[in-house]
């Protein structure tokens, strides 16, 4: 068998699946999240059930080694032939899947100011996979590639384009292969020719954002330069008035570095709860009267939260509405 490995470096979890591409199945797939926590695990899922396992370390290299000996132990090691790997943060540069030549690693390293949560952990996948798979291709698949199609009054910000031109100072939005999925699969579903469908996708995990997608092609997206704006997520602030920088620096002597850390890794709902930044868990505490797990939930159904944002800004109603990745129950609260 010649099979593909895929790799999915979250800002929280990695995320992997082993793929028979003729018949397009799972031969083995695998989750480990939590992975900056107190006792990081990883569940891999085969023909056979689930196993979860401790893992003797935290991060995503660590992880790598476990997945290395989930597919020693079956045999499937010699049978992997290329691997995909998730890049958070292309700029304007990749409109496309790209191998992966150490030309290509060094770009994604030059995106890594804009997706300071991401690419980091994206390169510790293609580091970690490229030595141990040094003979196979290895290729780069873009959240950003997909909302290249964007018009310029999406992608535009309002600010001097001297900015645009000579500092690619732009929207360019992320998770765009979820986006892409969902809407794609919805549209054949439902029986609607892709070129005729027209729907709003949410991706709400650790990340989440929101995207107008028409006739297959991403029109405008909540997320921006970075995987910051848009939505309140698990600890990014999402949308904040961006007098904000000033004030905390001015007021608290704040440095650039320290406020950009505590919008990224200290806000959202852990922010707002004080308690957690796992959807999950503050749903538990909510129902147990936690009135920082309450707020939190309050404040991301509110609108202001931006999930109507995109769709207000496409200008007219969308008919479609399809939803992915880790919350599972709240997409009803928000859509109240
Ligand atoms: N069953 C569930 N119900 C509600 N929320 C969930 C559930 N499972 C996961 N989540 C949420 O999704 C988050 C993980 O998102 P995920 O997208 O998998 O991580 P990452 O963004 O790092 O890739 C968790 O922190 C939690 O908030
Ligand atoms: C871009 C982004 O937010 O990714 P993730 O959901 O993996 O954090
Ligand atoms: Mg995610």
């Not at 990081?40 to 689930?50: C, S």
């Not at 804009?114 to 970690?128: C, K, Q, S, T």
């Not at 995990?205 to 848009?230: F, H, Q, Y």
């Not at 008919?319 to 129950?329: H, Q």
Request: charged letters at 20%; aromatic letters at 6%; glycine letters at 12%.
């Amino acid at each position: 068998m010649s099979l593909i490995l895929v790799l999915n470096c979250g800002s929280s979890s990695l995320k992997f699946a082993l793929l028979e591409p003729s018949n397009q199945s799972t031969v083995l797939s695998g989750l480990a999240e939590k992975l900056f926590e107190d006792e990081p695990r990883l569940i891999v899922t085969d023909g056979e059930g689930k196993q979860a396992g401790p893992l003797p370390g935290q991060g995503h290299a660590v992880v790598m080694r476990g997945i290395l000996e989930a597919l020693r132990s079956r045999g499937l090691l010699e049978q992997v032939s290329s691997v995909g790997h998730r890049v958070v943060h292309g700029g304007e540069r990749f409109r496309q899947a790209t191998r992966i030549t150490p030309e290509v690693v060094a770009q994604i390293e030059a995106c890594v100011p804009l997706a300071p949560l991401h690419n980091p952990a994206n390169l510790e996948g293609i580091r970690g996979a490229m030595e141990a798979f040094p003979g196979l291709p290895h290729v780069a698949v873009f959240d950003t590639a997909f909302h290249q199609t964007m018009p310029p009054h999406a992608y535009r910000y309002a600010l001097p384009e001297v900015l645009y031109r000579e500092h690619g100072v732009r929207r360019y939005g992320f998770h765009g292969t979820s986006h892409q999925y969902v809407t794609r699969r919805a549209a054949e579903l439902l029986g609607i020719p892709l070129e005729h469908s027209a729907f709003v996708s949410a991706h709400l995990g650790n990340g989440c954002s929101i995207t107008a997608v028409k006739g297959g092609r991403s029109v405008d997206t909540s997320m921006g330069l970075t995987p910051l704006e848009g939505l309140v997520m698990g600890t990014r602030s999402g949308d904040v008035d961006p007098g904000i920088h000033a004030f905390l620096a001015e007021n608290l002597g704040l440095s650039l570095r320290e406020v950009t850390e505590v919008l990224n890794k200290g806000s959202g709902l852990l922010g707002l709860s004080g308690l957690s930044n796992d959807m999950r868990e503050l749903e538990r505490a909510a129902a147990e009267g936690h009135a920082g797990a309450r707020l939190a939930l309050e404040v991301v159904a509110h609108p202001h939260a931006g999930v109507r944002g995109v769709w207000v800004r496409e200008g007219e109603p969308l008919p479609g509405w399809g939803e992915t990745d880790g919350w599972e129950k709240i997409t009803s609260t928000i859509l109240r």
